[in-house]
């Protein structure tokens, strides 16, 4: 499985924390952090899956920015060590108890790309109230390693 989408996942999570850390509207905030805090939830419920862990996880909850600072922080070690189940069937069950069978690539791009959605509606939620909302696609993340402009 591919590092460097570990490394736009992280570049473009950074990108929308900084741009969180800069709205002033507590109900807008709020909701930002719910999203952004939703989708390192999700990384925890995979990575959890993949190894087997059986712990409850708030899907969705309040989270503050010291806390969706934590959960990206721990992202990177949670996303590289799905990576190493790479070749790996993962037998897990959902949150309605229901058994199925993935294999560890594309669970990695399930997390990859369901991370993708909620920045989307974060960037939709700052651009909607006025906020600069930042260019997080892929093709940017690219053209920084090009420019060595990383954040």
């Not at 600072?69 to 897990?92: H, P, Q, R, V």
């Not at 959605?117 to 892929?138: C, E, F, V």
């Amino acid at each position: 499985m591919d590092t460097q989408k570990i490394d736009y996942d992280i570049w473009a999570n950074t990108l929308i924390l900084n741009s969180i850390k800069s709205v002033a509207e507590e109900e807008l905030q709020f909701e930002l952090t719910r999203l952004f805090a939703h989708l390192f939830k999700a990384q925890i419920i995979w990575f959890n899956r993949v190894y087997g862990i059986k712990e409850s996880v708030q899907i969705w909850g309040t989270y503050t920015i010291e806390e969706c600072i934590s959960l990206l922080n721990d992202s990177t070690d949670m996303l590289s060590k799905i990576t190493e189940k790479a070749g790996e069937i993962i037998e897990y069950h959902d949150l309605k108890g229901n058994a199925y069978s993935t294999a560890a690539e594309d669970i990695f791009e399930h997390v990859i790309i369901h991370g993708q959605h909620h920045r989307a509606q974060i960037l939709y939620l700052l651009s909607k109230n006025g906020y600069k909302a930042p260019a997080t696609d892929y093709i940017y993340f690219l053209r920084s390693l090009q420019t060595k402009d990383n954040f």
